[in-house]
């Protein structure tokens, strides 16, 4: 009977001690896995900024601003360099759809749909910031809160770039928007 418990005892704490190193060992090499992931998840809207630029060039603007578009990156990040480059991204994002609003409708035209695109992209710069936070010190519930509230902003970001991208392509050259 003694030699059971004591089977019992043992087992528990070897699975335990398996238990902790599982996870430590997870961690250790999610990170990287996640990195790649999140990496090659970049590249791809970095090689449709590049096509949409290369559209640009073309004279193809619709093409180019479609391309724009579906370049945001809307994922959360895992790193503060993989933060770092979407910011930039989306920063050169926006650019372009400028850019091709001005060869478009000329400078100085007014749009909306920039201000609520860019007023999206600053939420969701601070709810990337505080996720970051909550992966080094946060509980797993707020982890999740913060993942959803970033599936929500990637919603309404994307919706107000689409808005944006009609906007650039709506109006005729040379009319002005509010």
């Known amino acids: 009977m ?4 004591l089977a019992v005892v043992l087992c528990s704490v070897a699975l335990a001690i ?14 990287p896995v996640f990195s790649g992931f999140e990496r090659s998840r970049l590249r791809g809207c970095e090689d449709r900024v590049a096509r949409g630029d290369a559209r640009m060039k073309e004279g193809n603007l619709a093409a180019a ?3 724009f578009a579906g370049a945001l990156y809307t994922k959360p990040v895992r ?3 993989l933060f770092s480059a979407v910011e930039r991204l989306h920063t050169g994002v926006l650019s372009r759809l400028i850019a091709a609003s001005d060869q478009r409708h000329g400078p ?29 010190t946060g509980t797993r519930l707020r982890r ?17 770039v689409r808005e944006l ?3 650039v392509m709506s109006a005729a050259p040379g009319s002005s928007l509010h």
């Open 165 to 167: 991208s009609a906007e």
């Open 65 to 67: 601003v479609s391309a």
């Open 2 to 5: 003694t030699n059971l418990l």
């Open 108 to 136: 100085n035209v007014g749009m909306l749909s920039l201000a609520v695109a860019d007023r999206v992209l600053r939420k969701r710069k601070t709810l990337q910031l505080e996720y970051l936070s909550a992966l080094q």
């Open 79 to 81: 790193s503060r360099e």
């Open 18 to 31: 398996v238990g902790y190193l599982l996870r430590v060992l997870w961690r250790a090499a999610g990170g």
């Open 144 to 160: 999740r809160e913060l993942e959803r509230e970033m599936r929500a902003n990637a919603a309404e970001l994307k919706k107000a």
